[in-house]
């Protein structure tokens, strides 16, 4: 884990909404970690936890998507500046544990977290992307994955609906999802009845991000967990679902 003022290579946007962000950062990381990200002159008060979309050993890409003030400020920062950045931080994906064939499901921004890992992965990975209308990454996750399968709700691009529709849960050997909860509830639910083992990397509001606030617990059979400094990739065994 580093904290730094890293310069940025470029900060783009991707949609609407959606930007990318690539910053100067030479450590090994792990597909799954994320980042606690803020500007240099503290425009917003507490860092913002953004996943690894990529990095090249060189530099981390992150993939966000604007929705309040503090990623408000981060889409309008220009190439050259600085940004603080802590991290990596989390636990990551342990990609030994990933064996067979392996079904990776994304949905809306939670795709953000999981190219690094079929970059990984490579051909042992079929991705199942969802989206409500506008798409993106797609054509990444091409470069490296089997095959990149599309829903999206109102039908303009790919299949219409729901991802989970897109799916054979009982061909796989293991999933692994980020996205909406709803869709990783019935992505789990789809998983304990065809025994498939099913990773889940989780999204809470954190102010830390080192484990030291616990604003971001969730219930596990061994207790409570923090998501920043325990995830926040868990086995749905590990899990107490309600």
Do not use: H
């Not at 991290?87 to 990609?95: H, K, Q």
């Not at 990783?184 to 998983?191: H, K, L, R, T, V």
């Amino acid at each position: 884990m580093k904290v730094c003022n890293s310069k940025i290579l470029k900060n783009e946007q991707v949609i609407d909404n959606i930007y990318k962000l690539v910053v100067e950062f030479e450590d090994k990381i792990i597909p799954g970690q994320f980042f606690m990200l803020k500007t240099v002159n503290n425009e917003f008060l507490l860092p913002r936890p953004i996943s690894v979309n990529d990095c090249d050993g060189n530099s981390v890409t992150f993939l966000y998507r604007v929705e309040g003030t503090g990623t408000k400020v981060m889409s309008s920062l220009i190439e050259g500046v600085e940004i603080q950045a802590l991290g990596p931080l989390g636990n990551g994906f342990d990609v030994e544990k990933l064996k067979g064939k392996v079904a990776v499901i994304g949905g809306g921004i939670g795709v953000a977290p999981l190219l690094y890992l079929v970059k990984e992965l490579g051909e042992q990975a079929d991705v199942y992307l969802g989206f409500r209308d506008i798409t993106y990454e797609v054509n990444e996750f091409e470069k490296y994955a089997n095959k990149v399968l599309v829903a999206t709700e109102d039908g303009s691009v790919g299949q219409k609906g729901f991802v989970t529709g897109l799916i054979d849960f009982s061909n796989y050997n293991c999933v692994v999802t980020c996205g909406p909860q709803v869709m990783m509830d019935a992505i789990m639910n789809e998983c304990e009845k065809s025994g498939t083992m099913c990773f889940v990397s989780l999204e809470k509001r954190m102010a830390c991000g080192l484990g030291a606030c616990l604003g971001c617990v969730v219930q596990t059979k061994d207790g409570m967990k923090r998501v920043c400094k325990d995830g926040p990739i868990f086995e749905i065994s590990e899990l107490v679902r309600m």
